[in-house]
């Protein structure tokens, strides 16, 4: 069966320091893979999202990037974090033939 | 563009009785459209999911969801409603050749004893 994984589970950094989250899945190959986040109070909001190793398409910009190394591997990252990046991010994976995502247990992040 | 919108942003139901979350969509053609629950400090777990098959869906823990096109409706429901069921519920769209997804702002459902 396919599982998802995400670390680290939370993490606390000052403002301007770097930041790397790390998102892979097991039992599968060539997934679909994207980068949501839920600030406090709110819904979620697709960051990124990746078709492909070395495929990565931005929704919306911002302070972050994102990479995909590996087939399985989806890395979120920022140079400088600024006090808005605080919040859950979420990585989900979709096969391609299915309509459904599903999410990773997700990484809490809190900018100080 | 496609977008969905959850009518309430809190409902408090008694433990027993019926559950009703109500959630509209807007689309220029046929939604994939789908029910998630997200407990304090989780993730996020797929309830259930239309996909142009059979309207009325059924999902886990005894929730379904009825799709009606005329009403651009997908409101999810539950006969009786368990203290588990308390989380947060997100009513999301599918679109995009990456089939992102697009989420409701987010329904917190309160189950008093």
């Known amino acids: 069966s396919q599982t998802i994984h995400q670390w680290p589970a939370t993490l606390v950094q000052p403002v301007g320091s770097p930041l790397s989250l790390e998102c892979t899945v097991e039992?599968?190959?060539?997934?679909?893979l994207y980068w949501y986040r839920q600030a406090a109070g709110r819904g979620l909001q697709l960051l990124f999202y990746?078709?492909?190793?070395?495929?990565i398409s931005s929704e919306v910009p911002q302070n972050l990037s994102a990479s995909r190394p590996q087939d399985r591997q989806f890395i979120l990252s920022s140079k400088k974090l600024l006090l808005s990046d605080s919040g859950f991010y979420l990585c989900?994976?979709?096969?391609?033939?299915?309509?459904?995502?599903?999410f990773g247990p997700g990484t809490r992040l809190l900018v100080l | 563009a496609q977008s969905v919108t959850q009518l309430d942003s809190h409902v408090s139901v008694s433990e027993g009785t019926p559950v009703l979350l109500r959630c509209n969509y807007s689309?220029?053609?046929?939604?994939?459209l789908f029910w998630y629950v997200q407990h304090p400090n989780k993730g996020l777990q797929l309830l259930l999911k239309?996909?142009?098959?059979?309207?009325l869906v059924k999902g886990i823990n005894g929730f379904e969801a009825e799709f009606k096109k005329s009403e651009t409706s997908f409101h999810l429901t539950k006969p009786s409603a368990h203290m588990s069921d308390a989380a947060e519920y997100f009513c999301?769209?599918?679109?995009?050749?990456?089939?992102?997804?697009?989420f409701g702002s987010g329904t917190q459902l309160t189950v008093l004893p």
């Open positions: 999301v769209v599918s679109l995009g050749s990456a089939r992102q997804l697009t």
């Open positions: 039992g599968t190959s060539n997934p679909n």
């Open positions: 689309s220029s053609y046929s939604p994939s």
């Open positions: 989900a994976w979709r096969q391609g033939s299915s309509e459904t995502q599903y």
């Open positions: 990746s078709v492909g190793i070395g495929q």
């Open positions: 239309y996909t142009s098959a059979a309207t």
